[in-house]
């Protein structure tokens, strides 16, 4: 359990790395659930740009590599890109 514990406590580290990035300016914050399989991403834009699309492929490629190294199947992941002024939900995937 600590293994996991671990892991997660990287994943989140390297997720708030990307926040305000110069790859990802307008993420805001990054939260995760317990299940690592939903996400919540707050942005200082009103739309999804491009960028966080991409953002929401490499976050369900870190939900596979999750359950990859847990040894079972991967849920769908699912990302809920939200407005950081109006807390809105702007778009699900």
């Keep these: 359990m600590a293994d996991q514990k ?3 406590a990287a994943v989140m580290e390297t997720l708030r790395g990307l926040c305000g ?6 993420v805001e914050k990054i939260e995760a659930a317990e299940d690592m399989a939903r996400y919540t991403v707050t ?6 740009t491009p960028a966080a699309f991409t953002l929401a492929a ?7 590599s999750w359950y990859m190294v847990q040894g079972t199947e991967a ?3 699912s990302v809920r890109f939200v407005s950081a002024a ?3 939900t702007i778009e699900e995937t």
Aim: aromatic share 8%.
């Design 58 to 64: 490499m976050l369900e490629m870190y939900t596979r």
């Design 86 to 88: 109006t807390g809105e």
């Design 43 to 48: 942005l200082a834009t009103e739309t999804v």
């Design 21 to 26: 990035s110069e790859d990802f300016p307008e």
């Design 75 to 77: 849920p769908a992941c």
């Design 6 to 8: 671990e892991r997660r």
